[in-house]
């Protein structure tokens, strides 16, 4: 039975807890996105008052006639696999490492995650000069030729310098969620493996590993997203040179609509853009769910 | 049955701090450098400041007006996650308790823009706050921030209040209270953990955020936050290395204070953000 002056929340009211979010996703995601649909079927350089519509030339164009787009994709593709691949092994190993009772675990955890607090556009600052001064000084003390290499201005070192920044910066975050999930494993199962006698690197690759599944899956999937869209890291570190052989897909984007002005071919590249993260994001959504079925 | 001998646990701690040291060795470089005079950072890098040069410090912070930059930031940062927290904890509220169509599609809509890279909608962003007066202004680059952080802080409200008892809220609407004031006094405050998480990866982002007040801002120190300020600081004294690393400090060194101070609260945010994200 209702008592008197019992409530209950109207219809309006949650359509107003919710309208804020709809208005400021709309206005800031979707908005956008539409117009830049529309824009990729045009040619605007941004000055001229009415884009000229051209149809799906820019994307014909994309991808018979841009050699710099499809350098920037195969650079993007090298680098989300390196840096993918070292973020992940070196995370996991620390993390290893420090879950156990070390007397400076503490302090460890807190030194490798300090760099991902810092933007960005510091991290390779900060390297740019380790590069190009602190490594001269370092050649004279050492003698050691790796510090005399032009790391920032040789195509293939410069490849390597920006995978290692990027490393360097983002460990703390995939140790941290792998530390997690170390720390929820069942002490029993591990200890079950001592008993009966397993080596350490048996347990390790038998059981630890196997069992830190959506840990390992969660750091792929994010390290994997974030490596498609790096921008800021060669921004600093080398502005997409030497000789043009460092420009990822967004900053490829970047350097079409703000610094060539085409706006309307920056539109069509950043749409690739969307359909390629989407389309990843979207399978390996799948792959989870169908997984997750299975078990 | 465990190696507890004394050589099997110094070893590893001292290896591991010896890779700590080596890992941190380029940030102690950059102070190690800031109180540097030029001469001093040309002739060796790695050496110990011979005196302590305030002089770099006095100069960049005037030069770039720090105190100002401080506060750009701070008040974006702090309009940013004022809003997200609000709007966000009441959509996820609503869209955790009362499941229908309309709900389901407002949930969707909220989320899917996670997939959308800001590289794929900045050109358009541009014009369309520009339209509406958000760019060149602190508070409509404020304002932009609750849109992008909405995606993700609805997602992790939403799967929050799940967990809260519905009889809690379900008892004070029946005991007469609003709808606006259960949410306010009851729901809002049981949030504050996840509000913890949400500020904490926010306020990283945020604080730090780089491509959107590049694309929004132009020059003007009014409106510019202090990523911004370093990178065009170092456009200009390319070479000049003492005044660059003593910018690099003074950019990093408001971020290190707040991981210091909330540190539980940031590894928290990155772990669940990460498993729910």
Known sequence: ?295 | MKKNTLPGRIVPEILLSAFGLLFMYPVILMVINSIKPFREVVMDVIALPGKIEYQNYLYVIKYINYPRLFLNNFLITALGIGGIVLFSSMAGYMLSRHKNGFTKFAYLFCIVPMLIPFQTIMITLLKVSKTLGLSESIPGLGIQYWGFGIPMAVFIYSGFVGTIPREIDESALIDGASTVGTFFKIIFPLLRSITATVIALDVMWIWNDFLLPLLMVNGSVKTKTLTLAAYTFVGQYNTQWHYTMTAMVLAVFPSILFFIFMQKYIIKGVVSGAVKG
């Open chain 1, 1 to 295: 039975m209702k008592s008197i002056g019992q409530r209950k929340t109207n219809k309006l009211e949650i359509v107003l807890f919710i309208l804020p979010c709809l208005i400021l996703v709309g206005v800031i995601f979707y908005t956008p996105f539409i117009l830049s649909m529309f824009y990729s079927l045009t040619q605007w350089n941004g000055i001229a008052k009415e884009p000229v519509f051209i149809g799906l030339r820019n994307f014909i164009r994309l991808f018979t006639g841009d050699s710099g787009f499809v350098s920037s994709i195969i650079f993007t593709s090298k680098y989300a696999f390196f840096y993918i691949i070292s973020s992940n092994v070196i995370a996991l190993a620390l993390a290893v490492l420090l879950v156990k009772k070390l007397l400076t675990a503490n302090i460890l955890r807190a030194v490798f995650f300090v760099p991902y607090i810092m933007s960005m556009i510091i991290v390779g600052f900060i390297w740019r000069f380790i590069f190009s001064q602190g490594f001269n000084s370092l050649s004279a003390i050492t003698g050691w030729g790796i510090f005399d290499m032009s790391w920032l201005g040789d195509p293939g070192l410069a490849f390597v310098s920006v995978v290692m920044v990027a490393v360097w910066q983002s460990l703390g975050f995939y140790m941290v969620i792998y530390i997690a999930g170390l720390q929820a494993l069942p002490e029993d199962v591990l200890e079950a493996a001592v008993v009966d006698g397993a080596s350490a690197p048996r347990k390790f690759f038998s059981i630890t590993l196997p069992l830190l599944g959506p840990s390992i899956t969660t750091c792929l999937f994010l390290s994997l997203t974030n490596s498609i869209k790096v921008f800021d890291i060669i921004l600093a570190l080398t502005a997409g040179g030497p000789g043009g052989s460092t420009y990822s897909v967004t900053y490829d984007i970047y350097r079409e609509a703000f610094q060539n002005n085409n706006y309307g071919y920056g539109a069509a590249k950043s749409l690739v853009l969307f359909i390629i993260v989407a389309g990843i994001t979207v399978i390996i959504m799948k792959g989870f769910r169908s997984r997750e079925v299975e078990l």
